[in-house]
Every structure is written in C-alpha cells, then in structure tokens.
C-alpha cells in the first residue's frame, strides 16, 4: 500500500502561480504512474495530469494543457504539479493518485485546497 501526502494547495489571484507536491510512501515499488486530479463542488472529478515514475510518459487534460506540468523527484518520492495562468475556474480540491497504470490511477490522498480569486 502507498500512503501519498499532498501539500502546497492555497489561495491565488488569476494569472498567477502556485505549485503543488506529493510525497508517496510505503510500498512506492507497486506504483508505475501517478497523478493528479480535482474536483470543484458539483462537478465530476477530472484527471487534469499523469507522469510516470520513468517519467517518459505524460498526460494532460485540454483544460490544462500549456498551462500546467507534472513532474517528479524521484530521489524524493515526490510528484509536482505547476500550476501557472491560474483560472477561477481551476479552482477545486486537488487530490495526488496512484496505479499501476495511467488508467487505473486509484489510490488517494487526503486531498489540498486550490482557491483562484478573480
């Protein structure tokens, strides 16, 4: 089992900047991918990325795409999330995941506040 921790969640103006960070732990050998989704009150839950570990393989929703980039620190256990342009409509709990695949991404951490103000 991994246990995943996300920080870095906080309240931005638009166009700005924020970066958020996951740290995995436990039984991180299981893990191929991880990723990012949301989910803002109403909404469904959207992926907006996925990396895996390697690194060589990286996913973007639209919404996002150019705005925003995954990455990780290996040495870390840590998968960032750079969240640049900031929309109001980005604004929604940020959850880190895990899987054995970008399709099975599954397991959950508790989840970071993003707050975009217009």
């Known amino acids: 089992q991994v246990q995943l921790a996300e920080s870095g969640g906080g309240l931005v103006q638009a166009g700005g900047s924020l970066r958020l960070s996951c740290a995995a732990s436990?039984?991180?050998?299981?893990?191929?991918?991880m990723g990012w989704f949301r989910q803002a009150p109403g909404k469904e839950r959207e992926r907006v990325a996925a990396?895996?570990?390697?690194?060589?393989?990286?996913s973007y929703a639209d919404s996002v795409k150019g705005r925003f980039t995954i990455s990780t620190d290996n040495a870390k256990n840590t998968v960032y999330l750079q969240m640049n342009s900031l929309k109001p409509e980005d604004t929604a709990v940020y959850y880190c995941?895990?899987?054995?695949?970008?399709?099975?991404?599954?397991?959950w951490g508790q989840g970071t506040q993003v707050t975009v103000s217009s």
């Open positions: 995941a895990t899987g054995s695949s970008f399709r099975t991404l599954g397991s």
């Open positions: 990396i895996s570990w390697s690194g060589s393989s990286t």
């Open positions: 436990g039984r991180t050998f299981s893990s191929y991918a």
